[in-house]
């Protein structure tokens, strides 16, 4: 790592990304170093040391959670306020996303796709709090749950077809032998492009939107102060455009993992 | 950026994995129980409301079939009455009339009969007057048949007037 004052100002911003440097150690005023210490000392064979990325990852799934947990414990039919919220939220995954991708069998994904929503949602979400960091914007967490989507698609395939049954009717039948030679490699490239670009699109759309708000605001060092209100204002209205961009890829990632799990499920459409 | 990074992918497993237990476990039943029972509510109050709205209007049905069957029956008992009352009032002119003229046929028959009766009346006393004015004047008997003669001649004349 250069030193920052050698650095561009540019460069010291995109640092802010990078969770190997000494940025990464600490998050709203709490500094994962004790912590990082304890856990350097446990026989695991990798490093499982806390960020900030991890920090807001915990903070997202004990939110979605908590939220969930207090819409579902209210008392009588009629919601309002929080609850209400957490209830069109909810009402949206079950019948817009689960239900129509997955019917009737797959009820029982409904926590994972469920999950998946409000878990990248509200990584999105607390990512645009000042000082805050999006996790979906590095790849590695994009990736781990893209590998996650792809286990569900390969177990929801395997439980319904066989283990043997699922690899044998990946290729659509019916075609002459010789054209399995190319079909079948393209259907296991196929399958393994779903999760990879479920993991590029959240990481690259999360990363971009922050790259952006990062590079209008450095204008203002670049070229001086007098372009300040015009790079606030496209700031402003960029940070605007996050919000509705935290919404959109958890829709995307969950509808899409939903959409892949059914196709596995119900593999003649 | 694009480094491998194993404690983030490690705590992306973990949280999520975790995440998605105790949703599965404590988060998401309660929600799918509350909207199906508010479904299910909201389905039996729009049948209930159908319910009502059927019965009430069997009832408005009802109560206009009977206002006009009301409304029939009062006309005929206008009709009636309005008959009854015509009836009436010819009976009791026809009555009335019938009783003026009794009243009268009785009040003629006894005129009648007091104007016989006086004639009468009269006739034996002016029997009794002329045959004392008469015995008086002559002042001498007559026979029996003489006297019984005068006393014609006289009434005669009397009843003449």
Do not use: C
């Not at chain 2, 389905?43 to 409304?71: F, G, P, T, V």
């Not at chain 2, 029939?72 to 026809?94: D, T």
């Amino acid at each position: 790592m250069a030193h920052p004052e050698s650095l561009s100002p540019m460069a010291q911003m995109f640092e802010e990304f990078d969770l190997t440097t000494e940025h990464a150690q600490h998050i709203f005023g709490i500094n994962f170093e004790p912590l990082n210490h304890v856990l350097k000392q446990l026989p695991i064979p990798f490093d499982i040391s806390v960020n900030k990325a991890v920090f807001i990852m915990w903070l997202s799934a004990f939110l979605s959670f908590m939220l969930i947990f207090y819409a579902g414990r209210g008392r009588g039919l009629v919601a309002s306020g929080l609850r209400n919220a957490m209830e069109a939220l909810f009402q949206f995954v079950k019948f817009d996303i689960v239900d129509t991708n997955l019917g009737h069998e797959g009820q029982k994904w409904l926590p994972f796709i469920g999950g998946l929503f409000f878990f990248i949602l509200f990584n999105n979400l607390l990512g645009l709090i000042p000082a805050g960091f999006s996790p979906g914007s590095n790849i590695n967490v994009t990736a781990s749950l893209a590998i996650l989507v792809l286990f569900a698609i390969l177990i929801a395939g395997m439980k319904k077809q066989g283990v043997i049954g699922y690899w044998l009717h990946l290729a659509p039948g019916g075609l002459p032998k010789w054209i399995y030679i190319i079909l079948y490699p393209i259907e296991v490239i196929s399958l393994l492009a779903k999760p990879f670009s479920l993991a590029v699109r959240l990481f690259a759309n999360l990363l971009a939107g922050h790259i952006v708000i990062f590079a209008l605001l450095a204008m203002i060092i670049l070229f001086g102060i007098y372009v300040a209100p015009l790079s606030l204002a496209f700031g402003v209205i960029m940070y605007a455009f996050e919000i509705f961009v935290a919404f959109i890829q958890a829709y995307i990632f969950a509808i899409l993992s939903s959409v892949y799990i059914g196709a596995s499920i119900h593999p003649e459409h | 950026m694009i480094a491998l990074q194993s404690n983030l992918m490690f705590w992306t497993i973990v949280s999520f994995g975790i995440l998605v237990l105790l949703l599965g476990k404590f988060g998401f039943g309660p929600l799918v129980q509350i909207l199906e029972a508010r479904e299910r509510k909201i389905r039996e109050s729009i049948e209930q409301a159908e319910r009502a709205r059927e019965e009430a209007e069997r009832l408005l049905k009802e109560y206009e079939d009977k206002l006009a069957e009301a409304k029939v029956e009062a006309q005929k008992l206008l009709a009636e009455g309005k008959q009854l009352g015509e009836s009436l009032r010819a009976e009791i002119i026809a009555k009335s009339e019938e009783e003026a003229k009794r009243m009268i046929a009785k009040a003629e028959e006894q005129i009648e009969r007091d104007v016989e009766q006086a004639i009468k009346e009269l006739r034996a006393e002016v029997a009794n007057l002329s045959l004392e004015v008469a015995a008086k004047v002559i002042e001498k008997e007559l026979d029996e048949k003489a006297h019984a003669q005068l006393i014609e001649k006289y009434l005669s004349e009397v009843g003449r007037i």
